[in-house]
């Protein structure tokens, strides 16, 4: 798999199938992140960690509804999300990891057959 044909706006694609090839747990921190004191190993060892969760964002409520209208593919969590929840949620990936590798390739899956499945369509979102 490469990422180097995908469209420049979809920074995060290297990022997300980097995730998808780790062999051990991990922690991925981004450049404009400063961590000052070790992470604990309560943060170290978990799951999943992330850097921090957003909720109720404006601009997320916008996109979404650009992604409902335009899309052709749209994986199952995210529409279960959309319709489900009266409050939308994600989680900033500046700082991303954990020991739960599986649900990294599952992740990474999902959004490469997202943005494969929707790449004649992202212009109008």
Not at 51 to 75: A, C, F, G, R, S
Not at 102 to 118: C, L, P, W
Request: with cysteine; proline share 5%.
């Amino acid at each position: 798999m490469t990422v180097s044909h995908y469209p420049d706006i979809l920074w995060i694609l290297p990022k997300t199938y980097t995730y998808r090839i780790q062999k051990e747990p991990f922690i991925h921190a981004d450049g404009d992140i400063f961590i000052w004191e070790r992470l604990g190993k309560s943060f170290e060892n978990a799951p999943l960690c992330a850097w921090q969760l957003v909720v109720n964002h404006k601009p997320h409520y916008i996109t979404m509804n650009e992604i409902m209208n335009y899309l052709d593919l749209i994986p199952d969590c995210i529409r279960k999300d959309y319709f489900e929840n009266k409050v939308l949620s994600n989680i900033n990936a500046g700082l991303l990891g954990g020991t739960e590798l599986s649900f990294f390739r599952e992740y990474a899956d999902i959004a490469f057959e997202f943005v494969n499945r929707n790449l004649k369509n992202l212009d109008k979102i």
